[in-house]
């Protein structure tokens, strides 16, 4: 592997190695308060249709993508106005899966005058090809008339990314050097109704699949781009091949966030355990599946059920996190398997031993199991920069949603930016899952986005049924203490 600037990253890799402890669960139903001192919670906005990716707008608005009902949509935050910038009918969506529209970036020029409105949008597609993965992804480029209020001229700048009904990841966002950056997930390969497709997160496209378009071994990736969908010229070169990849070896990354010095922070899901808060650096490999958080032969071990003696059956999966598999099942201890540009994680959520009981009888109700599961299921990223009007010591701090916890963690980072310092601070509680995180300029303001449906944590740490807020955007004002 070679690629530029490689002897600047030495630094950071040596650091993120001296993080090497666990991060330990709390006990299910641990109390979070739902309100921190001086904050005070406000629903801005109701039904909407699973919002998926959320950003402040120069407009003042908050523009977002609507899952399920396939659209673009601008609220405004003072009275919660809903107002649908563009509903996309050729994009598929399927009943409780995870295609539909997705990811969501806005031009930094948008509304300057630069003749630069545009509107970039990640979403699902009928390829038209049939088989079991007949949907493909593509990144797509409108232009926002602010007179009319919608956006108009579409244009596919990637088509044919990897598409399937589990871990699609789906972030978009915008980077400081004026590059495209995409998260895609590892389809959900080797587990649940993906169980006997073989995972293809350490798979890399060959320099024949890059010149025929072939997207196949993108799944399990952060994706780099121009802004017409290119190969930058300054991409990493991995394996003597130069692609849209910029990292590889991730699960589902559903959280990217640039910081004000340019640092590439990202989210990871994990398996029954460890999900991860990563630093992302070009051209390096973060494990998955062969590695779930820190390489540490704890609670995880990769069992390859594509490669089942005598064939892969649908019944086989259950130990998703390899202990206890069935024999036919090859398995893989994580020191078993190196690569030298394998980056560990930041800080895990969580780590366990080989001795965790799985099974909590405090989610044994419908063998909700996977509830009670030291995971936390993190759903996106902000960066909280503080300020005079914001809280006081939560400067340069990592914001993280939950699913499963119905709570957000914060992250404080060290004076450089760059390492988590302590335990991850769980804050506003509810029996909701936050999808989506974005705060105000001045720092005063939170706002959150929540799924429809699907299911929660109840205060006593098992499967809650009924959602307090689902599809809605809630604000959480700080007011300063007098």
Sequence with gaps: MRFGAASALAVPLMLIGALAKADLPPAPGTPVPA???????????????????????????????????????????????ITVAVEIADA???????????????????????????????????????????????????????????????????????????????????????????????????????????????????????????REHYMGKILRMNLDGSIP?????????????????????????????????????GPNTDDELNLILPGRNYGWPNVAGRKDDAGYAYANYSAAKGGCKGDMDNAQNGLKPPEAVPVTRESQWSDPDFVEPLKTFFSVDNNFNFNNPVCADKNLYYICWPTIAPSSIAYYRGGKQGVPGWEHSLLITSLKRGVLYRVQLDPTGTLPLGNAEPLFRSANRYREVVVSPDGRTIYVATDTSHLGTTDTGNAAFKLDNPGSIIAFKYSRAK
């Design 35 to 81: 309100l921190p001192p001086h904050f005070e919670k406000a629903v801005v906005a109701t039904g909407l249709a699973n919002p998926h990716n959320m950003m402040l707008g120069p407009d003042g608005h908050i523009w977002l993508t609507e899952q399920i009902a396939k659209r673009i949509t601008r609220v405004d935050p003072r009275n919660g106005k």
């Design 92 to 214: 598929v969506y399927s009943p409780d899966q995870q295609d539909g529209v997705l990811g969501l970036a806005l031009h930094p020029d948008l509304l300057k005058g630069k003749g630069r409105d545009y509107v970039y949008v990640s979403l699902t597609y009928a390829s038209g090809q049939g088989g079991e993965f007949p949907n493909r992804t593509a990144i797509r480029r409108y232009t926002y008339n602010a007179k009319t209020q919608k956006l108009v001229s579409p244009v596919d700048i990637l088509k044919g990314l990897p598409s399937a009904h589990d871990h699609q990841s789906a972030r978009l966002l915008f980077g400081p050097d004026q590059k495209l950056y995409y998260s895609i997930g590892d389809q959900g390969r080797n587990q649940l109704s993906y169980l006997c497709q073989p995972n293809q997160a350490q798979l890399l496209p060959t320099e024949a699949e890059v010149k025929a378009g072939n």
């Design 233 to 269: 010229a300054d991409n990493p070169t991995i394996h003597g091949v130069k692609s849209h990849v910029y990292a590889w070896g991730i699960r589902n990354t559903q959280g990217m966030v640039f910081s004000p010095t340019g640092k590439l922070f990202a989210t990871d899901q």
